[in-house]
């Protein structure tokens, strides 16, 4: 393995970046590519069909100019659609992101939890099916919210959010569950957003994959060479978004270099 091969993390926008942070504590050599479809954002709000065709036809794109040792679809409204197409189009390890309701239904008193993702995310199968495997004796309330990824960018892009605008996002997903304790964070822009949900819903613990992602990077390139030091990271957008993050928010997860395609 060449050690400089990159770790290539991608995402609609920069809800990745939430998965990034704890890999990038793990692996702090890691050289790391971080990949943004801001040409096809929102994906919450798109069809199976056109995300099953467009993100594995990028990711083959992504692949032949950055030759990953790993890709992570830090994307949970991808990874639950077209995980297995990108899988079959790559030579590469990919690593997806899915809901985390297992842990969620170890950590749940009252039985009644949340998951938070896209619309997209809360309609697909792969939810049911988490949902049977390992939730079978909970309330199950799901609510998907373009709002909530929004906001998220725009926080990253430097602007004020307010806690108003996050509760009244998430507010109809407990009212159909008052008695929530525990809600999945089942799309990577919330987790950006963690300390504005805890502070409109103190009593409901949030749970995302995002550490347990970074663990299973770890495990899959256990062995591999690192440079000595992580070269800058690149942030690569597929067009100029209409709000960019900002220098200082890329740079805290070592993204030092922008790249519009
Ligand atoms: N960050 C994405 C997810 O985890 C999707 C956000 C969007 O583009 O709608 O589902």
Redesign the pocket.
Known sequence: MDPSAPILFF???V??LSVLGPTRALLPQAPIIYAADSAG?????RSEAELAERVPALLVKFAERFHPRLIVI?????STIALDQARAAIDVPIVG?VPAIKPAAQQSISRVIGVL??E??VRQPYVDDLARRFAGDCTIVRHGS?EL?TLAEAKLAGDDVSVDDVRAAVQPMVDAGPDMDVMVL????FPLLADEIAAAFPAIAQIDGAAGIARRIVHLTAGQRWPAVAPPGIAVFTKSPRRLPTRAALAGFGLDQLLIL
Request: proline content about 4%; some cysteine.
């Open positions: 995402d609609s926008g809800g990745g954002f929102p994906y919450g709000t830090a994307c949970n409204t991808a992101t993702g896209t997209a995310t373009t990824v089942a799309c990577t822009h």
